[in-house]
């Protein structure tokens, strides 16, 4: 696929120093030793093994036992209708349509700001990482990246789109000149940058062990 893919952008994504450095604070790096790296999974393997960017809320370190009660019953479908008294005796309600939002009051002044925008751009990344163009997610996740610098979904998927480049073959023998073995450190600088911004985020440190035990390289992220 990369012969119809675009070029690789003259710019690449790069976290900021202070994520990476916040990130390695959270996840040391791990030892690179055979009693270390027994049991722990290929990249290749837990790149086939899609995780998805939809975080829950237990994931992000929230009880859920604040908000539900666990305990109790299962309430039936009936039960888990909502029920807006106010807006149903009325035939006509501008909620409804959600005009009463800002976003569509303001859209005229608003012509360049779109918070969802981030979170399309990352869909369509993940959609030209697993059709294989892998410039393409690239760009198209740096553009999110620009947009939403914070969001945890971003920077694992641009880290998910270096390391495919560094373990895909073909693309380190055609652009051997231009990122070679450097893929493999910028993908562990985006997990290190998820890890700042969610900390208990474990697709990310599996991946950080995977790249260390099986990439066969040395990598200090102390000096970027």
């Keep these: 696929m990369l012969r119809f893919d675009a070029k690789l952008p003259g710019l690449l ?32 393997v837990l790149l086939e093994n899609q995780v998805s960017t939809w975080v829950s809320v237990t994931a992000k370190g929230e009880d859920i036992a604040k908000y539900v009660d666990l305990r109790g019953p299962v309430p039936g479908v009936g039960g888990l209708q909502p029920v807006c008294p106010l807006i149903d005796q009325q035939e006509v309600s501008p909620i409804l349509g959600l005009d009463h939002l800002p976003v569509f009051a303001l859209s005229d002044q608003f012509l360049f700001y779109k ?26 996740a740096g553009t999110a990246l620009s947009a939403s610098p914070n969001l945890v979904a971003i920077h694992f998927t641009i880290a998910n789109i270096y390391a495919s480049m560094a373990n895909h073959l073909r693309y ?14 910028r993908a562990l600088e985006f997990y290190y940058s998820t890890l700042s911004l969610q900390m208990n985020f474990e697709p990310a440190k599996d991946r950080i062990r995977a790249i ?13």
Excluded: W
């Design 212 to 224: 260390y035990c099986h990439s066969g390289q040395t990598f200090d992220l102390r000096e970027v």
């Design 115 to 140: 918070p969802e925008k981030a979170l399309t751009d990352v869909s369509l990344a993940n959609i030209c990482h697993q059709a294989g163009l892998l410039h393409s997610a690239l760009i198209v």
């Design 172 to 185: 380190k023998i055609r652009t051997f000149r231009v990122l070679q073995e450097g893929d493999y450190q």
């Design 13 to 44: 994504p790069a976290p900021s120093m202070l994520q990476i450095s916040k990130g390695l604070s959270r996840f040391p790096p791990p030892r690179q030793s055979q009693q270390m790296c027994n049991g722990v999974k290929k990249l290749s």
